[in-house]
């Protein structure tokens, strides 16, 4: 419980408008992850592996040779 409230309080700093625009950082939308965040899908890598397994990104599968 307590990590989802951190989590909620995260976002909601994050959308607040910063004073500098270096400060601003892309984030995950699913969950929040700000780091190995990738643009063209809009989340993160863990993210994106998760929606790949189940066949919600068109075009995108695991790898495997």
């Known amino acids: ?3 989802r409230l951190a989590k909620i309080k995260k976002q909601q700093k994050q959308e607040k408008k910063q ?4 400060r601003k950082h892309s984030r995950c939308a699913r969950c929040g ?3 190995g965040y990738i643009g063209k899908f809009g989340v993160c890598r863990h993210c ?3 929606l790949a397994l189940k066949g919600v990104i068109p075009g995108l599968k695991k790898a495997s040779w």
């Open 48 to 50: 994106v592996k998760e």
């Open 33 to 35: 992850r700000a780091r």
């Open 19 to 22: 004073k500098f625009p270096t």
């Open 1 to 3: 419980m307590a990590q």
